[in-house]
């Protein structure tokens, strides 16, 4: 089946600064993965559509410039959180699918965010 | 957007019960999937279920596309099967809110 890595699973920032999410397909390509942020005890919000070659797409409320999507190939697709503020502090987490897709979307293993 | 609904919203079991989880949605789809959300955050993709029934093991699900609602069963339930369950729906997946199941030795 499709796997998707994401790394870093756990990262811990300072306010003010920069943090880099990599989501990889391992063993298949994908035009299109998906980036959604998970508060604690809630659901999966998505927040933007990832597009390789060209622009995400973002859900309404998302900062496109808070949160930058590249998807520079067809196995890789990143998430900065910029200017991280505490309040970004959340879990993300990606997701992509296999083409054909009789099984559907694969997530990622997620990244819990904590900015201080 | 497609609504989900999931319900129970909790739901405690002793080990050996049997459970059903519901999943209502909002408009018709042609992508349904249950995912089991472990305590470090893992999704795992139980079912990938438009339509018709599937079993793995102790769980199995039914999709009733044309009356829009998605039921997953659980037998004999072990502490494990303890975690978040969710129904999502779409294209971009759309998420219910979850059942919480707790597993009790």
């Known amino acids: 089946g499709a796997v998707v890595s994401q790394h870093p699973s756990r990262v811990i920032c300072k306010s003010g600064t920069s943090v880099k999410i990599e989501c990889r397909s391992l063993?298949?390509?994908?035009?299109?993965m998906f980036w959604y942020r998970q508060f604690p005890k809630k659901s999966l919000m998505l927040m933007a559509t990832?597009?390789?070659?060209?622009?995400?797409?973002?859900e309404q409320g998302v900062e496109k410039d808070k949160f930058l999507i590249n998807h520079a190939s067809l196995t890789l697709s990143t998430l900065t959180v910029t200017s991280a503020h505490p309040e970004d502090s959340s879990f993300y987490i990606c997701?992509?699918?296999?083409?054909?897709?009789?099984?559907?979307?694969?997530f990622g293993s997620g990244t819990r965010l904590t900015v201080v | 957007g497609i609504q989900v609904e999931q319900s129970p919203p909790d739901l405690i079991l002793q080990e050996g019960a049997n459970s059903t989880l519901r999943c209502n949605f909002s408009?018709?789809?042609?992508?349904l999937q249950w995912f089991h959300q472990n305590p470090w955050g893992q999704l795992i993709n139980l079912f990938y279920?438009?339509?018709g029934t599937k079993q793995n093991g102790r769980l199995s699900a039914t999709t009733v596309a044309t009356e829009r609602y998605s039921l997953l069963y659980i037998s004999s339930s072990q502490t494990t099967d303890s975690g978040v369950y969710f129904c999502?729906?779409?294209?971009?997946?759309?998420f219910g809110a979850g059942t919480t199941v707790t597993v009790r030795a």
């Open positions: 997701s992509a699918r296999l083409a054909g897709g009789i099984y559907g979307y694969t």
């Open positions: 063993d298949f390509q994908a035009t299109t």
């Open positions: 990832s597009n390789e070659g060209s622009k995400a797409t973002y």
């Open positions: 408009d018709s789809v042609n992508n």
């Open positions: 279920i438009p339509s």
């Open positions: 999502a729906v779409g294209d971009k997946l759309s």
